[in-house]
């Protein structure tokens, strides 16, 4: 049995909204957790070495 992912949303007036969330690293376990986290509604973004993302410095509120 795997982790149990629950993701759930509201804007200011209560009403159901879609999560984003930012997978930090690469490789075929980011790839994997992308696809599971697609499959509950979330919208996730990866950021690695090789999508130009730097993990040393500090522009994650810039994206």
Do not use: W
């Not at 930012?22 to 509950?40: D, H, M, R, V």
């Not at 070495?49 to 730097?54: A, E, I, K, V």
Request: charged share 20%; proline share 5%.
């Amino acid at each position: 049995m795997g982790p149990e992912i629950r993701c759930r949303t509201t804007n200011s007036k209560g009403v159901a909204a879609p999560m984003e969330m930012a997978i930090i690293g690469g490789g075929f376990s980011a790839k994997a957790i992308k696809q599971a986290l697609n499959e509950y509604g979330v919208t996730p973004t990866l950021h690695s070495r090789s999508t130009g993302f730097d993990v040393l410095q500090d522009d994650a509120i810039s994206r």
